[in-house]
């Protein structure tokens, strides 16, 4: 199972350098789900696909530090993940985006 998500992730990072021009929609790259492409559509759901399984979230609450020295922006999210061998759960993603 494991070559089936080095396959999705290969697929995935070729069909993002595609998609990067659309409004809307971002991708980059994270250690989610182990190392990661996460695809965002507008700035509130996030598709996570990665060589240890995959994840979504729907990022309800999200901002920015009130100081120009600060180069990224947090987020808080709820969702759900499974791995490629048969395990899955919920989960509740804080983070940050540098830009």
Known sequence: MKKLGIVALLLGTSFAVHAQQNKGFEVGMAVDQQLSVVFEIDDQYRFILGNDGAAFDYIFAQGSFNSPDVPFDWYVGGG?????????????PLGINWQ
Do not use: P, S, T
């Open 80 to 92: 759900a993940w499974a791995e490629w061998e048969d395990d899955f759960g919920a989960r509740l």
